[in-house]
């Protein structure tokens, strides 16, 4: 019994150690198109501003480690086609071209980083979504004084810190707002927080093309700008057109469909992590959810499948519940959360919401260090129950979007949420939680 | 229409803020025993330690700012007697023993400090329960060199470390373990923990009365133990007897009974707050919870009930959804956090228990200040549900107890806990937070 997992990264490693946890004597083989396996591709910014203090640290388990385990992966195999009929994969290895057959097929790919840009392939200019793209940066930028970043989502701001953070002088490039998944009332203090921190930012700024000439780089925004190097960070695309021509169900971006249970809809063929829209748990659409808890746990629950399709006897499989994007980021010490929708992303989805936005004490007013926090909250009319908060708070707040995240998918209402007792000690809280302060106001804004 | 609030703190201020904003001319009275009123008493050790400047910062409104809000406060006012009949209650203040009628009577008097020992009333003898308390242990222990803290629950090591922070020598006693509402698996390190930052503790230890010879004390224990000064946190009890013996319904320690609307058995008499025995949400018992977030709660909506039985037009009630027990302490940098029941707790309580005990990562393994926390995870064999959290961790990671609150308190079952998408980033979580991995083996135990 043969398992070919495509992609060797969060939700592939996690698929391939589940099944072999689940079935021992299946023989796994994983195919990675880059030069690492396991490692964690959100330590990469770490890495970069000097915290991290070498690649290998981000190194999960060693392709060796992984074959003590039983699990043999080959690098550099790139997936070129497949066969659903003849069950095979077709792909380039260091060997040239090759086949290989399975009776389990787990497609993980992942996604790649979007680079759009005019001379983007410059040697200059650099995307961050694998191990080996953090290490040439951290290599090639040793020397930058100036660095460009476009884009003004999670990575684009955490690469712009960590380099500021080395003392280079930064411009940040984003298309519209930074954080734009988040509401404007939330994040519209951001663009002069990271100028008073000593990076420049550009909103609303149209890069099309960079320009080169040996090592130095520039952006063309509304004037160019002069850079030593850039990264760009505007977004991920699904690596997944083998699969979507092989007959993989794909939404019309090419992330894959699944079931429940991580199936595609063809046999013997599972799929998880960044190249899968699976459930998002609030609306039930098939929606691409590129994170690692996810990605992580969707591989978790297709190894487990793929064992229990595999045993001889067969066990109860396991079910993905759906996710609901909780996210985190850090920016110096500041840190932006969310869990759920914003305002603006509700509406689009189609929901009457109400919202509250609050600011409160992230510890008793009279403790050193007390500060101002602010939370939003977004509840459904219709059912009174939570769709969404986003924090903007100091670092040391940040764990509570914990609380909210759990109440969101626990399907709790607001006005349970405002009734929730939570711990207070003058050192971590005031007396009334900021969470509880935005549900208590929500819950009013519901009876409105 | 005449509301009378005996006691002015949490509970009491509460809810006559609330009975005032409901029926906005109703005439609110309270009648506090101390001479403050409104000040947050889980300030004081912190006041002690010198982190907050002066006692002044821990008043929260002042008896002018409460007047001009049309409540009417008279301190230094003690309750003697009342009369259901009659609606009347006497008390002794500043001008003697006199009465008042009351329309609506809340009876928010909160607990004393027991303090059981022989010669337990020295001058260099403290307990701290009002703010009073704390101004005169800080001005007599100016010039304490060895303080002994008899008590090993959050109050004594709040204490006991307060002062060694002062570098004060400190002997802490205590008659079985510290933080004995939590487990010994959980707690079991901190006796150590303690001595290594320099307070000598005294496990299983009889103290029994103090020895004063002008102003220098000696605890006595299995040995003599010679301080400057002694502080004894061994617990509190209601401050309920003329309630009590006027009839209000009580537990047999004195704590009052209430409904779900915080209604005591007599006509137009409410309680709330420390001296109260609300319903616990995990037994529906009445159970003492002298916190101060529940204190809060259970007052406003004692007043808000007093102003729907007051107003012209009654408007909805306010309902009381019950407590479970959420706490934190800060010692040094680490905390102790706990929701719900521990194991011993919930065994007590009648419940069969399946647990799991982990040590976690607070955040990436690979970035600075990553340490390891422990969480110890109870739930119900019979439902599946969460029933109890504890953890010890580093102060940074004490908002996570927040989360199993929620989950505690949305009846949420451990396997789905175990699903939650948490927020990850490098700086805040590893990609399976500590809460996470504490449930999925919780989870595993259940299925054993």
Known sequence: MKLVVVGGNAAGMSGAAKAK???????????????????????????????????DAL????????????????????????????????????????????????????????????????PGVHTVRHLADGERLLAASKKWKTVGVVGGSYAGLEMATAFRARKAKVHLFARSR?????????????????????IQVHLES?????????????????ADVPVDGAVVAVGIEPATEFAVKAGVGSTKDGYLLVDDQMKTNLHDIW???????????????????????????????????????????????????????????????????KTGFSEHEAKREGFD????????????????????M??????????????????????????RINAAAVALQSGMKVARLAEVETAYAPPFSPVWDPILVAASECAKALRA
């Open 59 to 122: 190194r999960v388990l060693s392709p060796d480690a992984l074959r003590k385990r039983g699990i043999d992966v080959r690098t550099q195999t790139r997936v070129v086609a497949m066969n659903p009929y003849t069950k095979e994969v077709v792909f380039e290895g260091p060997d040239g071209r090759d086949s290989i057959h399975y009776d389990r097929l787990l497609l993980a790919m992942g996604t790649r980083a979007r680079n759009p840009f005019k001379n983007g392939q410059l």
């Open 271 to 337: 799929a998880a992590g960044d190249c899968v829209a699976a459930k998002h748990l609030l609306t039930s659409q098939p929606t691409p959810m590129p994170l690692a808890l996810p990605a992580n746990r969707m591989g978790r629950i297709a190894g487990d499948n793929i064992g229990a399709s595999a045993a001889t006897i067969p066990g109860p499989g396991a079910f993905y519940a759906g996710a609901v994007g909780t996210t985190v980021v850090r920016l110096y010490d500041l840190a932006f959360a």
């Open 374 to 399: 602010a939370v939003k909250m977004v509840a459904d009319r219709d059912s009174g129950k939570l769709l969404g908060v986003q924090m903007a708070c100091p670092e040391s707040s940040a764990l």
């Open 206 to 222: 149209k890069v099309k093309a960079f320009h080169g000439k040996d090592h130095v780089e520039a952006v063309q925004s509304s």
């Open 21 to 55: 946890r689940r079935v021992p004597d299946m023989d796994v083989e994983v195919l990675e198109a880059g030069p690492d396996a396991s490692y964690s591709s959100c330590g990469i910014p770490y890495l970069v501003e000097g915290l991290v203090p070498e690649s």
């Open 353 to 372: 919401v109400a919202t509250s936005l609050v600011e409160a004490p992230t510890k008793a007013g009279y403790m050193p260090g007390a500060r101002d």
């Open 178 to 198: 930074l954080l734009s998944d988040m509401d404007p009332d939330i994040t519209d203090g951001l663009p002069d927080w990271l100028e008073s921190a000593g």
